[in-house]
């Protein structure tokens, strides 16, 4: 969790406002650029590699140069990564990745840069001891001067591998038994990098990138390729717009918060929402409209329940059907009349993991609703010493209501409705909500 405090930065789609361009385009490449004008990768650049390090800050990297983040400055790269100056007459970095090697936590989460014949281990931004090394060394049976590489967890190539790019041909690396398979993607545009990014995979070509299967070659359907600058950097004039800026925690307030049975947990604020539990990417805002495309004014209130997820605004309640792609249940949005039995103002939600009741806070009042029932009814009201609170979510480890910058721990629900004296708040902090510390 600490490691995410440093690491805050945003957001597919979105994006911070702090990292307007100002530089102009570099049009030459290689070494010996002393004089010359700071590259701008919202001009359209071709990347050589794109990586994550162990926090899920993500580097893009182009010649001499490298961004950090989404939003990032150029730097040059030998800045964070100085041993790669160090073996003269190397060029720039050809392909890169984050090691995903879960029988080995000595190498796992390991930031990979290849270089032509080279690989270059970095942990902590650290060089690691003995690199660099050969890549027949490492990777045996992987060609050198590669295009692109990418991780490819167990879950989704069967066992821990590396898919290693060079023209149209794909050297698959199983890391457990060290043995290469190499396919040949013809349909699929020779990628100059790739990434793998919140469960998906991405080749990226010219300034555009393109969604692939790492098993099969195949590529996604949806309006592919895209182009990166509205996507995976912060570029004036690219994106939705939104200009969503993650604010301090001590300037946070959410409208909703929700986890559902498989661990996704999702936060709500103004226009978008950010999934807390794939931290490991960093954290991204999204419009929310991007997910669960009618709601188009924000939320009030969300809760999840059994393979559903409720989004309340107003006097509408919303139900989406899916596991992270939502689709709307036909007949919805409905009203709260109807669907849950109450109305007014809902401030906020929660379901507590295998319970069937909804618990729903407006003002100073707790509704129990039975949702096995049908219709709906409140079953129980409790009046409680907190009111104005803004969301809630209930996990394993209890019930935590959220009100401004602060949140109230509390057992269960019943303690939270008989309890005639709020507890003390605490903060909240960067590694619970992805705020700035
Ligand atoms: C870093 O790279 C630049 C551009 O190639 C070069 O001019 C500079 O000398 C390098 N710095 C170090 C410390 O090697
Ligand atoms: C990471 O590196 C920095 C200096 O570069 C050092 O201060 C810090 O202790 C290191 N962290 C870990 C976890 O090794
Ligand atoms: C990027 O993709 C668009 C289609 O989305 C295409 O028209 C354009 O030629 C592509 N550009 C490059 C450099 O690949």
């Known amino acids: 969790m600490k490691l995410l405090t440093k690491t805050?930065?945003?957001?597919?789609?979105?994006?911070?406002?702090?990292?307007?361009?100002?530089?102009?385009?570099?049009?030459?490449e290689g070494h010996g650029g002393h004089h010359a004008a700071l590259p701008d990768r919202c001009s359209g650049l071709e990347f050589d590699a794109i990586v994550p390090d162990e926090t899920g800050k993500m580097f893009f990297f182009k010649g001499d140069y490298v961004w950090g983040?989404?939003?990032?400055?150029?730097?040059?790269?030998?800045?964070?990564?100085?041993?790669?100056?160090?073996?003269?007459?190397?060029?720039?970095?050809?392909?890169?990745?984050?090691?995903?090697?879960?029988?080995?936590?000595?190498?796992?989460?390991?930031?990979?840069?290849?270089?032509?014949?080279?690989v270059f281990s970095y942990y902590n931004h650290t060089l690691e001891d003995g690199y660099p090394k050969e890549i027949q060394e490492v990777f045996a049976g992987v060609p050198t001067h590669l295009d692109a590489a990418v991780e490819c967890p167990k879950e989704q190539c069967k066992s821990d591998s590396v898919l290693f790019f060079k023209g149209h041909d794909v050297h698959v690396y199983d890391i457990t038994?060290?043995?290469?398979?190499?396919?040949?993607?013809?349909?699929?545009?020779?990628?100059?990098?790739?990434?793998?990014?919140?469960?998906?995979?991405?080749?990226?070509?010219?300034?555009?990138?393109?969604?692939?299967?790492?098993?099969?070659?195949?590529?996604?359907?949806d309006g592919y390729p895209k182009d990166a600058r509205n996507y995976f950097m912060t570029c004036q004039s690219f994106g939705h717009g939104g200009g969503y800026k993650i604010?301090?925690?001590?300037?946070?307030?959410?409208?909703?918060?929700?986890?559902?049975?498989?661990?996704?947990?999702?936060?709500?604020?103004?226009?978008?929402?950010?999934?807390?539990?794939?931290?490991?990417?960093?954290?991204?805002?999204?419009?929310?409209?991007?997910a669960w495309k009618e709601v188009t004014h924000g939320v009030d209130a969300v809760f999840s329940y059994t393979d559903k997820i409720y989004l309340i605004k107003d006097d509408k309640v919303y139900i989406y059907k899916g596991d992270g792609q939502y689709t709307l249940i036909e007949g919805y949005p409905k009203t709260l009349k109807e669907e849950l039995g109450i109305e007014g103002h809902v401030d906020a939600a929660f379901v507590c993991p295998s319970e069937h009741t909804v618990h729903i806070i407006q003002g100073h009042t707790m509704h129990d609703v039975d949702l096995t029932a049908t219709p709906r009814v409140v079953t129980e009201d409790h009046a409680l010493a907190l009111h104005d609170i803004d969301a809630g979510l209930c996990g394993p480890e209890g019930i935590n209501v959220f009100k401004g910058s602060e949140y109230y721990h509390y057992e269960n629900a019943k303690a939270l409705a008989d309890t005639t004296v709020s507890p003390l708040s605490k903060p909240i902090t960067s590694a619970m909500m992805g705020c700035r510390d």
């Open 177 to 221: 038994t060290k043995t290469v398979k190499t396919k040949t993607w013809s349909h699929l545009p020779v990628c100059t990098s790739a990434i793998h990014w919140l469960m998906q995979h991405y080749c990226f070509h010219g300034h555009n990138f393109t969604r692939f299967n790492p098993v099969t070659g195949e590529v996604a359907g």
């Open 247 to 290: 604010p301090k925690c001590s300037e946070t307030k959410i409208d909703a918060i929700t986890a559902d049975d498989t661990g996704k947990t999702y936060l709500f604020a103004g226009p978008i929402y950010m999934r807390l539990d794939t931290k490991r990417d960093g954290l991204h805002a999204f419009h929310i409209t991007r």
């Open 8 to 28: 805050l930065f945003l957001c597919l789609a979105i994006c911070l406002t702090n990292g307007a361009p100002t530089h102009h385009e570099h049009a030459a």
């Open 69 to 118: 983040g989404f939003g990032g400055e150029v730097h040059l790269a030998n800045e964070t990564f100085k041993e790669l100056d160090d073996i003269h007459g190397l060029g720039h970095i050809d392909a890169a990745f984050r090691m995903h090697n879960t029988e080995n936590p000595d190498e796992h989460d390991r930031m990979i840069l290849l270089l032509d014949d080279k």
